[in-house]
């Protein structure tokens, strides 16, 4: 059985920082790309990041260039994405997933190109 768990989130003041943990059970994150997204209350679920597997590059959407860092801990099968400079409009449940049909990411991030949901991670910008 996959199951995806993300932590890491919380409350924290503009300008904080974040390191929000996806941690997969039942699959190597190492062989599909792994994308973090984002939902805020009444809006879509948007792909903020991805990591391939394939050559290890990186995408982020241009909100968040700059400010997220993504990253993969092979021998504790998570992968992590680091939020730096938060802001308000950064507050949002965040979720990783991965690509089965994918070692390369693509952007812009679907979200029905990815499977294995978490319950996702809260974290909440506010001062």
């Known amino acids: 059985q996959v199951q995806f768990v993300e932590s890491g989130g919380g409350l924290v003041q503009p300008g904080g920082s974040l390191r929000l943990s996806c941690e997969a059970s039942?699959?190597?994150?190492?062989?599909?790309?792994i994308g973090w997204f984002r939902q805020a209350p009444g809006k879509d679920r948007e792909g903020v990041s991805c990591?391939?597997?394939?050559?290890?590059?990186?995408y982020y959407v241009d909100s968040v260039k700059g400010r997220f860092t993504i990253s993969r801990d092979n021998a504790k099968n998570t992968v992590y994405l680091q939020i730096d400079s938060l802001k308000p409009e950064d507050t949002a449940v965040y979720y990783c997933?991965?690509?089965?049909?994918?070692?390369?990411?693509?952007?812009?991030?679907?979200?029905?190109?990815?499977?294995?949901w978490g319950q996702g991670t809260q974290v909440t910008v506010s001062s």
């Open positions: 997933a991965a690509n089965l049909m994918r070692r390369l990411c693509v952007s812009p991030l679907r979200p029905y190109e990815y499977d294995y």
């Open positions: 039942g699959l190597t994150l190492d062989y599909y790309a």
């Open positions: 990591l391939s597997s394939s050559d290890g590059s990186t």
